[in-house]
Nanobody, 124 residues
């Protein structure tokens, strides 16, 4: 199993920034790629970004492109989500997830393990 722990959420004003972290532990050798998703109240969970531990392109949802940056530290088995120019509509619980493979990284059913989530609230 892979355990995921997110941190870094909080309350920020519109236009501000936050950096989320997600530390993976356990059977991390089975983790091929990592994703960030978010879920706002009353809405379905949606894809934010994904990255392959081995490198290659990073994938972003259109609504965060140019504002959010996903990165990784393989040695620490940690992924990050730098969120800039935050908007009220970015308010959600943010989850990181791990997948053992596949190609549809924007699809939540692709992922095997999930963190507990961290709340991000953007005040307008």
């Amino acid at each position: 199993q892979v355990q995921l722990v997110e941190s870094g959420g909080g309350l920020v004003q519109a236009g501000g920034s936050l950096r989320l972290s997600c530390a993976a532990s356990g059977r991390t050798s089975s983790s091929y790629a990592m994703g960030w998703f978010r879920q706002a109240p009353g809405k379905e969970r949606e894809f934010v970004a994904a990255i392959n531990w081995g490198g290659g392109p990073i994938y972003y949802a259109d609504y965060v492109k140019g504002r959010f940056t996903m990165s990784k530290d393989n040695a620490k088995k940690t992924v990050y989500l730098q969120m800039n120019s935050l908007k009220a509509e970015d308010t959600a619980v943010y989850y990181c997830a791990s997948t053992s493979g596949g190609i549809r990284w924007s699809v939540d059913s692709q992922y095997d393990y999930w963190g507990q989530g961290t709340q991000v609230t953007v005040s307008s």
